[in-house]
């Protein structure tokens, strides 16, 4: 199990992306306001996040292409690729940017918190520091990062849940029993389904696991460990955002609060003390970071592999694309636009991409450029339509209502 354990890395990449500032707000809002009546919503888009998540890396080690790539080569020629390059490249490439200024503002945010001070200088020092680490151009380097920092963040969130785990037994027989799906708490289902199952990490998944596994590697034995790879590190991001779930319902249920940062830590003191506002601030840090760094390094993946490009992190146009994507990014959030608009652009701009995605994900893992053998199965398979159904349904109902 050690030999094993030792090829976690790509799924927690794809941890360190959805687990961000947008999910801790989307749990935090789903527990204070709804208890454990939107369970449901979670366990749904942790078992869609590893059932994808997976196929997108089986693509990656059998065919040694990334799902940008895949895509590419499977779209005849004619105005249905063009249009489907270019719809990938606008709502990854822009959505992407508006996930990434939530995620610097949420950052910088924890860093205000701490310092007692709001300035600008928060927000671009954080996109420095991923500058810096993008630009090495050093997948094993970031993927070491990126597990030190969603270690650090599972343990402050985990921890934290632990404290107040007598009380939420009693919570969940309360309110998942009894409760019933409204309009707005189904609006809520959806940001937790939007924040957790994200396109953009197809792409990233797609191509790291062919980083982390070389050709030297049997595909079956890369694909075995991938697969324990990817249940556990998706594992863990979901009991993190249960904790956070979890810990808010106990805080904030039936209050009638408005939650923030600051009211979080306040809430926090009986279970923290006076460490509460630090404590939550870290954990807030730590996700802003890991998911600033994954999200522009998805971006240039999935850009570069529809685009044809050379898809490697250090070629120039993938550096162009990732720098443009960070850029963007930090210059928001350090001129105070509101995260939480970026955070709603984002989520629409997923609501129409992820089916789209989902499906030319299908396309691909039924089709000749993977053997047979590798091909997907039938649970797979309608698992991935039963994805597909729900999401555009509940985006095409329910999208609407985000922007009041």
């Not at 151009?137 to 343990?155: D, F």
Request: glycine residues 8%.
């Amino acid at each position: 199990m050690k030999v094993k354990l030792s090829n976690l890395g790509p799924g927690i990449i794809v941890t360190a992306a959805f687990v961000g500032p947008g999910t801790i707000a989307t749990a935090t809002h789903a527990g204070a306001n709804y208890g454990f009546s939107l369970l449901w919503a979670l366990l749904f888009s942790i078992a869609a996040t590893i059932i994808l998540q997976e196929m997108a890396a089986r693509l990656g080690l059998v065919t040694r292409k990334g799902l940008g790539e895949a895509i590419r080569d499977i779209l005849p020629r004619g105005p249905l690729k063009s249009i489907s390059i270019a719809l990938v490249v606008v709502a990854i490439g822009f959505g992407n940017a508006a996930f990434q200024t939530g995620n610097i503002s949420g950052a910088a945010m924890a860093l205000e918190s701490i310092f007692m001070h709001e300035s600008p200088i928060f927000s671009l020092a954080i996109g420095t520091i991923a500058a810096l680490l993008l630009i090495t151009s050093s997948y094993s380097l970031v993927e070491r990062v990126l597990i030190l920092l969603v270690l650090t963040m599972s343990s402050i969130f985990l921890l934290t849940s632990l404290v107040i785990l007598p009380e939420i037994f009693p919570l969940i027989k309360n309110t998942v029993i009894s409760s019933n799906l409204s309009n707005h708490s189904a609006i809520t289902a959806i940001a937790l389904i939007g924040t957790t199952v994200v396109p953009y990490n197809l792409f990233l998944h797609s191509k790291a696991v062919g980083e982390k596994w070389p050709k030297t590697i049997s595909p079956d034995e890369a694909i075995t460990q991938s697969r324990l790879d990817c249940g556990i590190s998706i594992g863990v991001g979901g009991l993190i955002t249960l904790a956070i779930m979890s810990t808010s319902a106990v805080a904030f249920f039936g209050t009638q609060i408005e939650v923030s940062t600051e009211v979080i830590s306040k809430q926090l003191e009986p279970l923290l003390g006076s460490a509460s506002i630090y404590v939550f601030s870290a954990g807030l840090f730590a996700s802003g970071l890991t998911s600033a760094i994954t999200a522009p390094m998805a971006a240039a993946y999935a850009v570069s592999g529809v685009m044809g490009w050379q898809n490697s992190m250090s070629d120039n146009k993938f550096k162009c694309v990732w720098f443009s994507v960070l850029f963007l990014g930090t210059a928001l959030a350090s001129q105070n636009f509101n995260p939480i608009k970026a955070i709603v652009i984002a989520q629409v701009a997923n609501g129409i991409l992820l089916p789209l995605i989902t499906l030319f994900l299908l396309i691909v893992m039924n089709s000749s450029l993977l053997p047979k053998r590798h091909r997907n199965g039938l649970i797979a398979n309608l698992f991935g339509i039963l994805t597909i159904c729900l999401i555009a349904i509940i985006t095409i109902s329910k999208v609407p209502s985000l922007f009041n």
